[in-house]
């Protein structure tokens, strides 16, 4: 595998149909099962890893957030990957950088509402993988569902040629949901983080069992976080998978999302919720400790 810094480095490497796995790096299993199942449907495969600052609210967050180039470039190589590129901030926002991309009504409510331009940020940075790397399909994890509809929309709406899969979830043995972040639970606040799934599957085994109600589903849910000391809720919230968009009765597949701080540590996560089969994808769990945590 080779680490490049440019788009015309990937361009002039990159043959076949190319599969795009954009991140932030730090990788953890539900990075290296997009990276896999790319590698299993495309010639080349290109991850991206790129910590953008446009996304990020909060100056301490991005200056917390973890890297390690070295590390996820030998877990890139492992997973599947021919190229990685790592573009610098001067190279991805040149000078005084005027256009930003924004998806209205996807990115209006639930992360949008707390988090001030968030996804104008990740509207701006994909759709500038899309058009330097040019890939035939792209790879998105579930986890960030919000963010997996404004993507498809972004797609839609600029006419990118570019197919968008969404994969599901990836959750630590316990089930919560696998974050770079969750490197920085630990003692008490470790265990208070599972509030967020043990809410979500309570509210799944509802929906599991019948219930088609918005408001008796985000009231269950949000019932069972408040059960959790040391949980700040910020939102429990339903909206369709396709464009966000809030509903009263599920008629249609959603997802049921949660988000919450357990100390210093902000952490989202979410169920979908599908009435054709009845059947909620809580996604999938781990045997082992994470590679987070320093494993093979």
């Known amino acids: 595998m080779k ?34 199942a790319a590698a299993e449907s495309t010639d080349t495969v290109v991850v991206s890893v790129f910590v953008n600052p446009l996304q990020f609210n909060e100056s301490g ?11 996820d470039a030998a877990l890139a190589e492992t997973a599947g990957a021919q190229l990685l590129i790592a573009p610098a901030d001067s190279y991805m926002y040149p000078r005084q950088h005027y256009t930003r991309i924004r998806v209205a009504g996807a990115s ?19 759709a500038k993988l899309f058009a330097g790397v040019r890939p035939d399909v792209a790879f998105f994890g579930r ?22 899969r969404g994969l599901p979830i990836v959750r630590e043995s316990d089930g919560l949901a696998l974050s770079s972040r969750n490197i920085r639970l630990d003692g008490e ?29 985000t009231h269950e849910a949000a019932t069972r976080l408040g059960t959790h000391s040391g949980v700040e809720t910020e939102y429990v919230e339903a909206a369709t998978a396709r464009d966000v968009a809030g509903v009263e009765t599920i008629e249609a597949e959603v997802f049921l999302a949660v988000a919450a701080r357990i100390g210093n540590v902000r952490l989202i996560d979410n169920v979908h919720l599908n009435p054709g089969t009845g059947l909620a994808d809580r996604g999938v769990r781990l045997s082992e400790p994470s590679i987070l945590y320093g494993g093979p």
């Open 189 to 217: 606040i470790r265990g208070s983080a599972l509030a967020l799934s043990t809410a979500l599957f309570a509210a799944s085994d509802a929906f599991e069992a019948g219930e088609r109600s918005v408001a008796a589903l």
């Open 108 to 126: 209006d409510g639930m992360e949008g509402a707390y988090r001030s331009g968030h996804f104008d940020g990740v509207a701006t940075v994909v």
């Open 3 to 36: 680490v490049v810094h440019t788009f015309e480095e990937v361009r002039d490497l990159a043959g076949g149909r190319i599969g795009l796995v954009p991140t932030m790096g730090f990788f953890h299993e539900g990075h290296l099962s997009l990276i896999k």
């Open 143 to 164: 986890k960030d569902a919000q963010q997996l509809a404004v993507v498809r929309a972004l797609a839609r709406d600029l006419s990118f040629p570019v197919e968008i």
């Open 61 to 71: 967050d991005l200056d917390a957030y973890p890297r390690d180039l070295d590390r």
